[in-house]
């Protein structure tokens, strides 16, 4: 039997995934049940649609067994906005799992990566999209951080006296999100992320946040093993990116900020132990080099604090899809009211921005 979602591609049927069976189940005879569901809630996966496919199957002895996997599919065509094909996400993924994954070790020697895994989604190609999302995301997030404690009062406040340091909320709207800064944003951000090659660089994942890890979990419900998926965006520049996108996208808010420090701790011992293990040849980076590469790589934090947060922390809603996103419609600007007058997410920014201003990450 065969059970499938009206919204789900009728291409995909059971043949195409007899040889997949075999290769998982060597004892695999035939197929008694095939189901292809969502994998994911609207909101969870925008630019690729993430299905679930299971099976139970007939072994040679006469038992069974049930398989599972996870299915990425594109977008249809018509429903694909034309310049997010410029990325070509599909073929840089495959090329990291095909070419760069099985390599990792001896890559770790460091060579030069192909350019497509050089600059990631930082391309001239896609730009004007990365402009207009970041213009659209100054503007919404502009619009909703006036509900901050403190901002109704600021403005008269630096009329009389310019005391920019009464109160940390009226630092956030005034200084933080003058409207310059998202003008210029995307120029910024193109020039600050160029690749140093005097540094320790790594291929970052471009994407890392907690729905793009996979966990494994042990009997007694602690983690037993993490595995990262997605590799649509890699970037090969500074462990600052996926160090400062992983911890303002997915760490809690109680821990975010107070256990920043730590977490950079751990992740450098961490390091080290796998780059003395892969025999790495280069000096081995310090814990100061590391963190004098988040300051020097600071605006990398803006990304998904402006535009990942509030993804993640809006609750499931109907509205939520890819045009929706980044388009421009009524119900577009419905769903990103939304998202950034989300209460969870305003918390967030009232722990993040002073953080981030006072390391100098905002000041450009």
């Keep these: 039997m065969t059970q499938q979602a009206d919204d789900i591609p009728k291409w995909i049927k059971v043949e195409l995934f007899e040889e997949v069976f075999r290769q998982t189940q060597p004892k695999y005879q035939s197929t008694r049940n095939f189901r292809i569901s969502h994998a994911l809630a609207p909101g969870e996966n925008y630019t690729t649609i993430i299905l ?191 160090l400062l996108y992983l911890i303002f996208s997915s760490a809690r808010l109680d821990i975010k900020i107070s256990k920043f420090d730590y977490l950079m701790k751990f992740y450098h011992q961490r390091l080290i132990e796998n780059l003395i293990i892969l025999n790495y040849c280069q000096p081995l980076p310090t814990l100061r080099e590391l963190h004098q590469m988040l300051i020097k790589y600071g605006l990398w934090a803006m990304v998904p604090t402006a535009v990942t947060l509030p993804i993640i922390l809006c609750q499931p809603s109907d509205k939520a899809s890819l045009d929706n996103l980044i388009g421009h419609t009524d119900n577009s600007q419905e769903f990103k009211n939304l998202l950034y007058s989300n209460t969870l997410y305003l918390n967030h920014l009232k722990l993040i921005l002073p953080w981030l201003l006072y390391r100098g990450a905002l000041n450009y």
């Design 52 to 242: 679930k496919v299971e099976a139970e199957v007939l072994l040679k002895d006469g038992s069974t067994d049930d398989l599972s996997y996870m299915l990425k599919i594109g977008h249809s065509s018509e429903n694909l906005p034309k310049d997010m094909k410029k990325f070509d996400v599909f073929d840089v993924e495959n090329g990291v799992y095909k070419e760069i994954a099985p390599e990792f070790e001896r890559m770790y020697a460091k060579g030069i990566f192909d350019m497509k895994y050089q600059r990631g989604m930082l391309n001239e190609d896609g730009k004007v999209l990365l402009q207009n999302m970041f213009d659209d995301t100054g503007r919404n997030l502009l619009k909703n951080v006036t509900k901050l404690e403190g901002h109704e009062e600021y403005y008269e406040e630096v009329v009389k006296s310019n005391n920019l340091l009464k109160n940390i909320y009226q630092i956030i709207s005034f200084v933080v999100f003058q409207r310059t800064f998202f003008s210029k944003f995307t120029d910024i951000f193109f020039e600050n992320t160029r690749v140093d090659p005097k540094e320790f660089n790594v291929l970052n994942h471009g994407d890392y946040w907690s729905n793009n890890i996979m966990f494994q979990y042990a009997p007694d419900g602690s983690i037993k093993a993490t595995l990262p998926v997605d590799f649509q965006g890699p970037r090969y520049g500074s462990p600052a990116q996926d």
